[in-house]
């Protein structure tokens, strides 16, 4: 497969992704973060088990083989990043949000560099920084002075930690076992991602109100369980498969972007001149990163 169709597949699944930060924000006051996390997760195994449960039955001895890496990769990528995305969103504001969640294309480079002997190639570094400058620009809304105003609460750590863990996720997919398909994998760390939340949501720890089903909540539920659960994590783990997760990383970027335009078009937000300024830059700095020959980890 050439690594065009790794890039539709990675720009595929920020799109999807900026549909979910989107969603997050504007039911953030209607469903509470791990009820959130829960049902995404429930209703996306119920979607994908008949397509996926034959590959789990193949390719169950790769899966009792490498169960402890699947578990880590299950408290990571299921339980872990929109868990803390969701969490985050009930406390900052959608700007911190976004300019903490550009940091994870240089998260994924920095920890890359643990491994002995990993060059960072210039060019990958300067796309990096290009792209970077686009989402600030996109996020401080051409205003550069607006940093300065900028304030840290409890939400900016579960977006930090969670922008830590999908680096250390996007990485870890590099030790994919050989022989296990896509969607035994996503299928196997659903299942498990799953068992670690419903803890979390029968007992209520953190004290949540019930869940209030209306067509609103409804369709926001079925969006983030069947387009930026199921079709997001198929088409970034196997883009992350072809290209490296230091390339995929850049894409990323993209979200500040689709995001937007999806803000403008079903919130009728307006549309300025930093919006352009800083899609642009965001494109530069990914074709940039794309033309570097290095290797990504």
């Known amino acids: 497969m050439s690594k065009n169709w790794a890039y539709l597949m ?51 001895l790769i899966i009792r083989t ?11 990528g299921v339980s872990g990043f929109n868990t803390f995305v969701y969490l985050g969103l009930q406390e900052t504001t959608a700007t911190n949000a976004l300019l903490i969640n550009s940091f994870i294309p240089i998260l994924i480079i920095l920890l890359s560099r643990i491994k002995p002997g990993v060059p960072i190639n210039r060019l990958k570094m300067l796309g990096i920084m290009v792209s970077s400058i686009g989402v600030v620009t996109l ?12 304030s840290f609460n409890r939400g900016d750590l579960w977006i930090l930690g969670a922008a830590l863990v999908w680096a250390v996720y996007s990485i870890g997919l590099r030790w994919r076992p050989l022989g296990l398909s896509s969607q035994a994998f996503l299928l196997i760390t659903m299942i498990i991602g799953l068992i670690i939340l419903a803890p979390f949501y029968w007992l209520n720890p953190f004290d949540e109100a019930p869940l209030v089903l209306n067509i609103s909540n409804s369709l926001a539920i079925f969006y983030v369980a069947a387009f930026a659960s ?16 230091a390339t995929a990383g850049q894409f990323i970027h ?21 919006h352009l300024i800083g899609a642009v830059a965001i494109a530069a700095g990914i074709l940039l990163s794309l033309k570097s020959n290095s290797t990504d980890y």
């Open 254 to 274: 993209l979200m500040p972007v689709l995001g937007t335009l999806m803000a403008i078009v079903l919130l009728e937000e307006q549309l300025y001149g930093f």
């Open 10 to 60: 990675l720009s595929g699944s920020a799109l999807f992704w900026s549909g979910n930060f989107v969603l997050g924000r504007a039911i953030a006051t209607d469903i509470e973060p791990i009820t959130l996390a829960y049902w995404r997760w429930l209703i996306a195994l119920c979607l994908f088990l008949p397509f996926g449960l034959k590959y789990v039955y193949e390719e169950w």
């Open 66 to 76: 490498h169960l402890r890496y699947l578990l880590l990769m299950s408290v990571l």
């Open 139 to 150: 996020v401080v809304q051409g205003r550069w002075t607006n940093l300065l105003t900028l």
């Open 230 to 245: 199921v079709g997001a994590f198929l088409l970034w783990n196997q883009g992350v498969r072809l290209v490296g997760a």
